[in-house]
């Protein structure tokens, strides 16, 4: 399974030329799974009022699918308006159409009620589940999905924060990370976003973590930039959970187009969960440079 995660700058992503490329970059690299930072359309609200003027339904995404791969899913993090309540959702497409949609439970954002999770989907042939940024700093979230099978999980962060909560919770976040994975044995893969502005640092905080905790694909700093690994998994049987997906678990990484010299390295294996292939961080063609845990932004 090969992944990829784009981390926009802290004002998300909008469809247009840079959104265009890095779509385009991950047909040409045979991407299974786009993961994006949570708010990617439309960024963070800051107030209630904001998380209004950006709510959106799910089906509003289809357009960002319009220049995708027929066989790319991609998760998208944005606010929905569900009618009666605005919430921290993540959308996952295929196709042109919505599959599911994830909310946030321990919603903390202005104006955004507590939502009711993620289901398990799966996406070739791998089941995963969504844990929305500070759900992630609690076993709950990530554990019940793991009880139901999930074996990847995907975390859409947004750590627009200020300065000095930057700097106090980049460690906390990394630590979250790591200890989801291991509590689980699920592969983690998180997706946030970067940039500066005066007084505010996103932490940038995209990273991918093994079953064990190890961390096998550290961030960048870079707003822009794109993360594509290759996750094989040996073990993990070969019966979907649901719906029709490319790929085999098991397939040969021989097989897969490569990303270029010196970029993808092979790595030991977990010994209960399979192998992985060492990804990096790119910029797609023609793309603009552009916490986790419970703490006041």
Same mark, same amino acid.
Request: hydrophobic residues 35%; charged residues 20%; aromatic residues 4%.
């Given at each position: 399974?090969?992944?990829?995660?784009?981390?926009?700058?802290v004002?998300?992503?909008?469809?247009?030329?840079?959104?265009?490329?890095?779509?385009?970059?991950?047909?040409r690299?045979?991407?299974?799974?786009l993961?994006?930072?949570e =708010?990617? +359309?439309? *960024?963070? #609200?800051?107030?209630? /009022?904001?998380a $209004?003027?950006?709510?959106?339904? @799910?089906?509003?995404?289809?357009?960002?699918?319009?220049?995708?791969?027929?066989?790319?899913?991609?998760?998208?993090?944005?606010?929905?308006?569900?009618?009666?309540?605005?919430?921290?959702?993540?959308?996952v497409?295929?196709?042109g159409?919505?599959?599911?949609?994830?909310?946030?439970?321990?919603?903390?954002?202005?104006?955004?009620?507590?939502?009711d999770?993620s289901?398990? =989907?799966? +996406?070739? *042939?791998? #089941?995963?589940?969504i /844990?929305?940024c $500070?759900?992630?700093?609690?076993? @709950?979230?990530?554990?019940r999905?793991a009880?139901?099978?999930?074996?990847?999980l995907?975390?859409?962060?947004?750590?627009?924060?200020?300065t000095?909560?930057a700097?106090?919770?980049?460690?906390?976040?990394?630590?979250?990370?790591?200890?989801?994975?291991r509590?689980?044995?699920?592969?983690?893969v998180?997706a946030?976003?970067?940039g500066?502005?005066p007084?505010?640092?996103?932490?940038?905080?995209?990273?991918?973590?093994?079953?064990?905790?190890?961390?096998?694909?550290?961030?960048?700093?870079?707003?822009?930039?794109?993360?594509?690994?290759?996750?094989?998994?040996?073990?993990?049987?070969?019966?979907p959970l649901?719906?029709?997906?490319?790929?085999?678990?098991?397939?040969?990484p021989?097989?897969r187009?490569?990303?270029?010299e010196?970029?993808?390295h092979?790595?030991?294996?977990?010994?209960?969960?399979?192998?992985?292939?060492?990804?990096?961080w790119?910029r797609?063609?023609?793309a603009?440079?552009?916490?986790?845990?419970?703490?006041?932004?």
């Amino acid at each position: 399974m090969r992944v990829a995660i784009y981390q926009p700058d802290v004002s998300g992503i909008k469809v247009g030329r840079v959104w265009t490329s890095m779509l385009l970059t991950c047909a040409r690299q045979d991407v299974d799974l786009l993961v994006t930072a949570e =708010f990617a +359309v439309g *960024g963070l #609200p800051h107030t209630g /009022v904001a998380a $209004a003027e950006r709510a959106i339904v @799910a089906n509003d995404l289809t357009n960002y699918t319009a220049d995708a791969s027929p066989d790319l899913t991609i998760v998208i993090g944005f606010t929905e308006n569900a009618k009666t309540d605005l919430h921290s959702s993540a959308a996952v497409l295929r196709s042109g159409r919505v599959i599911t949609v994830a909310r946030k439970i321990h919603a903390r954002e202005p104006g955004i009620t507590a939502g009711d999770g993620s289901p398990v =989907f799966t +996406v070739a *042939g791998i #089941p995963c589940g969504i /844990v929305i940024c $500070a759900d992630a700093t609690r076993t @709950a979230p990530a554990s019940r999905l793991a009880a139901s099978g999930a074996k990847l999980l995907l975390c859409p962060l947004n750590n627009d924060m200020s300065t000095s909560n930057a700097t106090r919770w980049r460690e906390p976040t990394d630590n979250a990370l790591a200890e989801r994975a291991r509590e689980t044995e699920c592969w983690v893969v998180s997706a946030d976003v970067a940039g500066r502005s005066p007084g505010r640092h996103a932490l940038a905080a995209s990273r991918i973590y093994q079953p064990d905790g190890q961390l096998v694909c550290p961030g960048s700093s870079e707003p822009g930039a794109l993360l594509v690994h290759d996750i094989t998994p040996v073990n993990w049987g070969s019966t979907p959970l649901g719906g029709e997906h490319r790929g085999s678990p098991g397939r040969s990484p021989q097989t897969r187009r490569g990303l270029g010299e010196g970029a993808v390295h092979d790595v030991q294996p977990h010994p209960a969960q399979g192998r992985m292939r060492k990804g990096t961080w790119h910029r797609p063609d023609d793309a603009e440079a552009q916490p986790l845990v419970e703490r006041d932004r």
